[in-house]
């Protein structure tokens, strides 16, 4: 139990990532009782144990697609049934991702915005919503949102920190201003998050395409960019758009999501 501690501590500490796994329930036979815990790093490694043998072994092969999801979960099991064990009881583990959150950075307070900061922190996303309008970037509109920063402004990116979280950030831009929008996606795509995704039409594509060409941006980092942002499910109004942007945030948080490109 110690070693499982001091690791989830360095891990903590280094901002490393893993996902810790529980026996929070131990019915008849099992191998290992209530409580038991391990650690199991991206590279495959544990620390701890939840008693060995298949259910180790199932345990560890299923923490990478946690880890991935981003949220935690909680796995029944039969150990004959399920996992083909001798023992015969039944388990339940409780596995929870460790490390660095999905930071979504959200640059605009509109009525997308709040239907998309909403679904998104719903789905396990920790959300930086940033806004110059004070009467749009509030509490009362944002309660999902983790912080609320008072610009959408490019030069406040570095202030903003998405440098320092790049592994794990997902932008999106839908301010109230093409110019904005612009600037900011200038700024964000030599960076490389995770997704940068911008609300518009293909004929706003075009145009930031022909922008961004006209200020050095090369094409690999244009190619990046998702926009029109979101899976294509045919919605228009403001709560349809962030449910097809929320779609794709979790596809590609899991990894299952389409090649990068202008969504032509």
Known sequence: MTEVLDELRRLREAGELGVLVVVVEALGSTPAKAGARMIVRPDGSTVGTVGGGALEHHAIALAPEVLAGGSARLVPLHLARDLGMSCGGRTTLFFEPLG??????????????????????????????????????????????????????????????????????????????HEL?????????????????????RRKRKKLDSFLDEAGIDAEARDRIRCPAGLDLGGSTPAEIALSITAELVSVRAGRAAALGSSE
């Open 100 to 177: 660095a959150d999905s930071r979504l950075f959200l640059f605009g307070a509109g009525h997308i915005s709040m239907q998309l900061c909403d679904m998104a922190g719903r789905c396990g996303f920790s959300v930086v919503v940033c806004d110059d309008r004070d009467e749009l970037r509030t509490p009362a509109r944002f309660p999902r949102a983790t912080q609320l920063f008072a610009s959408a402004r490019a030069s406040s990116l570095d202030a903003l920190g998405i440098r320092e979280h790049l592994d794990h950030a997902y932008v999106v831009v839908v301010t109230h201003s």
């Open 181 to 201: 929008d612009f600037a900011l996606v200038r700024e964000l795509a030599p960076m490389g998050p995770v997704y940068l995704g911008m609300i518009g039409s």
